[in-house]
């Protein structure tokens, strides 16, 4: 959609959605869900509640809108990053590159979801979990081709199925911000892709490690 070319109201109503949404993630991310009102969005917003109520019918629907875009924002985001790749390991680094960017970008966003996510209560407050998870594995279907063509092409040895590896390389990314996140004083991550694509590129173990230790 270009934004520019819409009658200027349509703008006015998209710049006040925007802010409405960008104020709530504050509010969330600072207190949680159950601790804000639409009517404290309102007030920090400097919107009448009618307004908001334009827009969203409820909290719920405000708090799910406001997952299900951020989470398409960033699937676009790394689908892009693959793309710009002109070959296989450029776009694998491209890829670990711009999700540290993303998280450290969305801090407010990605401790929203993560904390909220945990538990029954989320499923049925947002109904996302099934559409975050399809695009979860979109995704992950895309990386895992950029694997299979690696292999395909000799570049990668065939060490195992090209969705394993996809999922590998997902885990550990996310096992690295996680850490960087619970304890940003004593973890960071990696700014060279490298680091972390090494742990499946290099072998584990050195080639005379399987004879050491027996007889």
């Known amino acids: 959609m270009d934004e520019a070319r819409l009658p200027r109201r349509e703008r006015e ?15 969330f991310a600072e207190r949680g869900y159950h601790e804000v ?15 908001l109520y334009k827009f969203f019918r409820n909290k719920e629907e405000l708090y799910r809108t ?4 951020k989470a398409q924002a960033f699937h676009q ?12 390991m450029e776009s694998l680094r491209n890829y670990v590159r711009r999700k ?9 966003v990605i401790r929203l979801y993560f904390s909220e996510s945990r538990g029954p209560a989320f499923s ?10 399809k695009l979860h594995q979109d995704f992950l279907q895309v990386l895992s081709s950029v694997f299979a063509r690696g ?14 590896l996809a999922l590998a390389l997902d885990g550990i990314t996310t096992a690295f911000l996680f850490r960087w996140l619970e304890a940003p004083e004593r973890y960071s991550y990696p700014d060279d892709p490298d680091v972390i694509l090494h742990i499946l590129f290099r072998p584990l173990l050195r080639p005379d490690s399987s004879s050491s230790g027996s007889g």
């Open 100 to 108: 540290g960017e993303l998280f450290r970008a969305h801090l407010p």
């Open 77 to 88: 985001e790394l689908l892009l990053a693959i793309e710009e790749g002109k070959e296989e």
């Open 66 to 69: 406001l997952l299900w875009e």
């Open 151 to 164: 292999i395909e092409k000799g570049r990668f040895q065939p060490i195992a199925d090209p969705r394993d």
């Open 124 to 133: 049925a407050r947002s109904g996302l979990d099934a559409e975050i998870g």
């Open 37 to 51: 009102s639409m009517h404290e969005i309102a007030h920090r917003s400097e919107f009448a509640i009618g307004t």
């Open 13 to 27: 109503k998209l710049r006040q959605r925007r802010e409405i949404l960008e104020v709530a993630l504050s509010l």
